[in-house]
């Protein structure tokens, strides 16, 4: 077992003026060398709990630990600069009047001057910056920016970074690109990491864990696999596979929704009630027309690899499949649902 690099204990934050917690007896451990996603909409709590963790906002409860040291209990508070961590912000933070390299060795002017131009050189070899070492800020791409800010935020050699939505400035094809990037640049460097994100698939791309968060509280903390197929609340489910939901009524062993029943073998919390909401993936629905289906279908939608179609119930509610392209039906087809049983998740009405 890995050591545990990171160690909340009953984290809890309240705003002066907010009647609820920011954040709200959070507990958590990240081990030595993992990169854990905390991610959730906006409001949630996990940029003032990345906060907390940096020593930037105090919280009124509970203790955390880093590489086993404790640095903020009620009676200790330990200050940002002397908690050994690196920081990468979403807007890059850079010194403009500095060159790459000054800004890499910024953190390391303690040094001497030999050890210095070693480890900038090592940090931008890791974060492929060769030749760049003498243009400023301003003579560099967003994504060429993003690198010096995390080998920066590396050269030190901290025991934990700390990054604030890191990609959400840039564009789609440099997001997608140094996404990537960074996973492989922190696992070279074997540096534990927490960043901060909104959109989920950057999170199950990059994370080893991912923490949902959600008013405060963390929903579920898993890995992305865990997460991604066994959602432990209505609220995980939807933000984070955007999955269809069906009012369902239990009919024996059967549950009931008004384009058809389905059939639930798996333990849930909904088992000992009589009504439910079915979450149906998108990629799960199989589409079979049928002229006396009850779903109609209202739009197609072209996506390379795949169709998304939505479907539109009796009700009018819509529901929404994704399948491969060797499925072609038209607009206004009828159509059944079909769907593995080991696919169905059901969760009791009104609980997050």
Same mark, same amino acid.
């Given at each position: ?6 160690? *909340? ?28 996603? +905390? ?18 906002? @105090?919280?009124? /409860?509970? /203790? ?13 508070? $330990? ?14 933070? %850079?010194?403009?009047?500095? /060159? ?7 953190? +390391? ?8 131009? @070693? ?10 910056? @060769? ?15 993003q690198r010096v800010a995390l080998a920066r935020a590396l050269a030190p050699q901290p025991q934990l970074m700390l990054l604030d939505e890191p990609l959400s400035n840039l564009d789609i094809q440099v997001r997608l690109q140094l996404r990537e990037e960074i996973r492989d640049i922190l696992k070279a460097a074997g540096t534990s990491?927490?960043?901060? /994100? ?16 959600? @008013? ?70 199989? %589409? ?6 009850? %779903? ?6 072209? +996506? ?6 939505? *479907? ?10 994704? $399948? ?8 206004? $087809?009828?159509?059944? %649902? ?15």
């Amino acid at each position: 077992m890995k050591p545990v690099i990171l160690n *909340l204990q009953n984290i809890a934050k309240k705003f002066v003026g907010n009647s609820s917690n920011a954040v709200d007896n959070v507990c958590l451990k990240l081990h030595k060398g993992d990169i854990l996603g +905390l991610l959730g909409p906006s409001g949630c709590g996990k940029t003032t709990l990345l906060r907390i963790i940096a020593g930037f906002e @105090q919280p009124q /409860t509970g /203790t955390i630990e880093i590489a086993e040291k404790l640095v903020y209990s009620p009676e200790l508070f $330990t200050p940002a600069e002397q908690r050994d961590i690196g920081i990468v912000f979403q807007d890059y933070a %850079l010194f403009p009047h500095l /060159t790459v390299v000054g800004n890499v060795a910024f953190g +390391l002017k303690k040094q001497p001057k030999q050890v210095v131009e @070693q480890r900038v050189s090592e940090v931008l070899a890791l974060v492929q910056l @060769q030749g760049l070492e003498k243009r400023y800020p301003y003579e560099l791409s967003g994504g060429q920016q993003q690198r010096v800010a995390l080998a920066r935020a590396l050269a030190p050699q901290p025991q934990l970074m700390l990054l604030d939505e890191p990609l959400s400035n840039l564009d789609i094809q440099v997001r997608l690109q140094l996404r990537e990037e960074i996973r492989d640049i922190l696992k070279a460097a074997g540096t534990s990491a927490i960043f901060v /994100t909104h959109d989920q698939e950057e999170a199950l791309v990059m994370s080893d864990t991912v923490g949902v968060m959600y @008013q405060g509280h963390l929903e579920q903390l898993g890995t992305p696999e865990e997460i991604y197929t066994h959602p432990a609340s209505r609220f995980v489910a939807e933000f984070v596979t955007q999955a269809n939901f069906l009012p369902a009524h239990r009919q024996g062993s059967m549950w009931s929704t008004e384009v058809g029943c389905f059939q639930f073998a798996g333990k849930s919390t909904a088992n000992n009630h009589d009504s439910a909401e079915l979450m149906i993936r998108q990629e799960d629905v199989i %589409l079979q027309p049928a002229d006396d289906a009850a %779903l109609v279908i209202r739009t197609r939608r072209f +996506l390379g690899r795949e169709y998304q179609y939505c *479907l539109q119930t009796p009700s009018g509610k819509e529901l929404h499949a994704r $399948t491969m392209l060797d499925t072609l039906l038209p607009v206004g $087809t009828k159509v059944n %649902l079909a769907i593995a049983t080991d696919k169905l998740r059901v969760f009791p009405h009104g609980l997050g």
